[in-house]
Every structure is written in C-alpha cells, then in structure tokens.
C-alpha cells in the first residue's frame, strides 16, 4: 500500500522545486490595493494570475529596483500619446499594419503581431539593462494587450514573474467613451511624449 506514495513523493518535490522560485519572485511586494480577478474582463486575465493597477506599479517602481517596468503598446503610441517616465523599455507586441488596412467593425487601423516580440523581451532580459530584474510589470492602453503578451511569455516558457498592470497607461472609458478613469496618465504619474534613446531596443 506504500508503493504508490513513494513513488509520488519524488514527483512532489520536483514539482515544488519547480514552482517555488516562481513563488518567491511573486512574493518580493506587497500590494496595498490588491486586484480580483472577478473583477477583470477575460481579455485582462492572464495564467500567472498576477495584477497590479497602474498606481500600485507607480509607487513600487520607485522602491524595487529587481522590477521593470515594459510598456508593449507600439513605438507610435509612445510618441503620440506619450508613455511612462519610469519604463524600462517599449517592446511592441502588435505594430501598426504598414498597409493601413482599415476594421470597419471597430473602427480601427488593423495591428500585426510583432513576429520578434518574445525574442526582443529575453534579449532585453539577458542585457546589461536588466540586471537583477526578477519581475516584470507589462502594460499597454488599457490591460489587454498587456494580458496578450503575458500568454507569448508564459507560452514561451520566459522565466520571470509577469504583472499585468490591468488598467494601462490610458485606461478603461468612462460612460462617455473617454479614457479618463484610471490608468498611467490619469493617476498623475510621471510620462512624456518625449521618446528617449534605446527605448525600443535595437531599434532607436
């Protein structure tokens, strides 16, 4: 009756040898406003299950120097609309379609997948620029983008503990339709339309 046990003991192990360091990295702050997923859109959740606002990255950036901070929206979003002072890095996870080829459903220019995005995160994660960082914060607009490039991530087996910053530096819309409820800009934090040398990496 003992036979199975042991042999499942070893497995155990090696399975919470596997986990615990993810455990750790996960554990190096403290939330002061905890996110629930209950109250996250599907498109906003993500298989680590770990999310931050915009204002709690804020305030942890400025206190953790093992956490970046990647803003994955497109270098023309970082320009035009600006991005976050403290952003380690742009790493775009969708560029803008270069034919312009229009979605009339959603009244939007259509985006491409950055074929390059994943090899871009872990060549920024074996970087000078990166040294000591055990998590990364990913933002976008709004938290789904952001979602998105946590599931290439973690599919791509990156080992580093991932937030989604679920409300972007923009935002959600208010009833108006306007971005001007939470997200980066709108908790007051530090951004620029002015886009610095090396954001993009590789790139500028």
């Not at 312009?100 to 459903?105: E, H, P, R, S, V």
Request: glycine share 8%; net charge negative; with cysteine.
């Amino acid at each position: 009756m003992t036979f199975l046990p042991r042999l499942a003991a070893p497995a155990l192990v090696a399975l919470s040898l596997a986990l615990a360091p993810h455990t750790a990295l996960a554990e190096t702050f403290t939330l002061q406003e905890p996110v629930a997923v209950e109250d996250l859109s599907k498109s906003k959740q993500t298989a680590p299950g770990l999310y931050i606002t915009a204002a709690e990255a804020g305030r942890i950036l400025g206190d953790k120097s093992n956490v970046a901070l990647i803003d994955v929206r497109t270098p023309s979003e970082t320009m035009l609309i600006g991005y976050p002072v403290p952003a380690a890095a742009n790493i775009p996870l969708k560029l803008i379609d270069p034919d312009l080829g229009f979605d009339a459903k959603k009244g939007v220019y259509k985006m491409i997948d950055n074929p390059t995005f994943v090899a871009e995160i872990e060549t920024w994660l074996a970087s000078d620029a990166a040294k000591g960082v055990e998590t990364l914060m990913i933002m976008c607009r709004s938290g789904s983008r952001s979602a998105a490039a946590i599931g290439k991530l973690v599919e791509a087996g990156v080992d580093v503990t991932l937030y989604n910053v679920v409300d972007g530096f923009e935002g959600d819309k208010n009833d108006a339709g306007v971005r001007a409820v939470n997200g980066w800009r709108n908790a007051g934090l530090p951004w620029t339309y002015k886009v610095r040398e090396g954001l993009w990496p590789g790139h500028n």
